[in-house]
């Protein structure tokens, strides 16, 4: 039986909004494909929907793991069992993306083990495996989906062998797209799939902002419930998001691209879509009630730029700073930041990650007081602009409000060695 979820309404106006962010944001990146849902919430509990592409099916990376992680709390309750119990799979698949306990959740429920690709029963173990997709389909959300095969290098090999290959070239790779996608992420945070482990399924997609698992967070404001999957392999760079803002507005992101570039190094290899979340805010006008982002800058020309920056308010603000991403752009950037309690010195690789906004830290500020000043020993430095974000007030406690995560306020940013290359769904795909 379909899940009976929140009223789905199409919008014409938020279409609208959702095209010209697309267009802005694309209008600075290298590449070409982005397709994208959009479900913004409504005072009367109903959910408005825009797409461009939504129908348009996609390799998934590992975004293939919320589906998988449905099926995973079906199966426990099927048997009577608390929707943790396969968290010993689940739980390191979503928090860390592990192919390994992928590869064991998805024998578990399908209940089917990988058989030498000339043993018999291919048929009956093919259909086991489809055990994803049949639940989806009674809820009415598998819109022609394919869900059948693990993430790789798995717990059966490090390439699809046995039945799996031949599932894989019989049936395809697995696809999604950003409509179903959006609305699944739907179905599971309001309760309209497993109710019953709604809060467990939450507590596994929960993310830092900015992090090596998420993409689209740092374009919402500080402050903001970040839930998500994100999958990247190849080019492939995707994201199912939630965003609860901290004026209450939530809205659900799909947005599913050939924008990653597995030569840049942790942590912000996966953050470019960041700049679309942050238009969509924009255009969409969600952070209504909320201070607004200040944006500042440089002088032309000026290869050390000082940019003064003029905070409305004594508070806490987040910094981060976009650049384009350029063969030319130097490395070992330095940003000195004066705050109200001193210096703060933050260094960035500019070879990597243009094109995104890159976290600088959290500081202090006096009202209409700070300045930044940049330096690039080894060359010009590029920077296009820095976003200064409010977080809490001066004499709010610390913690109460900023999601900035301590691995992203360290004083370097961005290793000397790009990422491995990245096989389908391996390592950090995903």
Known sequence: MPAQGPSIVPDARVQRGLERAREAFLSGQPFDRLDVAVLVERGDGSWRYAAVGGEVLAYPASCVKLPFLVAAVRWCAERGRAPDCLDAFARPMMIESDNVATGMLVDAVSGVLNQPEDADGFDSWLESRRYTERLLAEAGLLHGQRLLAKTYPSNSGDEPSGFERRALAQEGRNAMSPGASARLMLAIVSGAVEPQA???????????????????????????????????????????ALATLPNGQRVIIAAFSNGWDQREPLPGDAARLNGLAEAIVRELRLDRGLPRPRYYEPPAGSAAPNVSLHPPHDGYYELAVWFPAEASNPALTEFRVQHADGQAVSVVDQRYWGGRWVPLGEFRFRRGQGQVTVAAPQGRAAIGRLRLMQTRPATQPVGTVSRIPTALKEQSHGPSAPSPSCPEGSAHCG
Do not use: H, Q
């Open 198 to 240: 709604t809060a467990y399924m939450r507590s596994l997609l929960e993310r830092p902002r900015f992090s090596a698992n998420s993409s689209l967070g740092g374009g919402f404001p500080p402050g903001t419930l970040f839930e998500s999957k994100i999958g990247v392999a190849f080019d492939t760079l995707e994201e199912i």
